[in-house]
Each structure stands twice: as C-alpha cells, then as structure tokens.
Nanobody
C-alpha cells in the first residue's frame, strides 16, 4: 500500500503560478500522473512522467505546465505557470496506480 498526498493548491488570479506537490510514502518504479477534475466535469489527464523520466502533457497545458520529480523519485511536482480560469479544478496525483485526495486550484479572471 502506498499513501499519496497532494499539496500546493490555492487561489490565484489569471496569469499567476502555483506549484503542486505529490508525496508518496515509498518509492515505486512506475509511471506517475497528474489529473484534474473541473467543476461538474469528469477527471482528465494533465501530465505524466514515465518510469524512464519522459514527460507528457495534455495539449491544453503544453508550454505552461512542467512536470518533474525529486531525486528520490517519491515526490512528484507540477509547476503551473500562466494559469487560466479554465485550469480551475481539483488536481489529483496518480502514483503507480494509487490516488491522492486531491488539491484544489482556483483561478480567477
């Protein structure tokens, strides 16, 4: 069992930045992902990083969001720049199939 905890969400104005963190209770060799769920919508893929460190992004966040991980590889980050109101959502980390509880991001215009 792995516990996953997200943090770093908050409320910002459009154009602002936030950095989300996802800490897992132990390291596993696998892919890790960020998803988000906007109000009254389904969960959608935001970004991922595979076990070899190769990143991927949804088209809607390319050029604005950057996924990374720490040297021990049990903490995942999502740097979000130039935030837009449509980025408002609950953001979830999926670490090797384990989900966290999410962290809320609210972007006002």
């Amino acid at each position: 069992q792995v516990q996953v905890v997200e943090s770093g969400g908050g409320s910002v104005q459009a154009g602002g930045s936030l950095r989300l963190s996802c800490e897992a209770s132990r390291y596993l060799y696998c892919s890790r992902y960020w998803y988000r769920q906007p109000p009254e919508k389904g969960r959608e893929f935001v970004s991922g990083i595979d076990s070899d460190g190769s990143p991927s992004y949804a088209d809607s966040v390319k050029g604005r969001f950057t996924i990374s991980q720490d040297g021990a590889k049990n903490t995942l980050y999502l740097q979000m720049n130039n935030l837009k109101p449509e980025d408002t959502a609950m953001y979830f980390c999926n670490y090797c199939g384990y989900w966290g509880q999410g962290t809320q991001v609210t972007v006002s215009s």
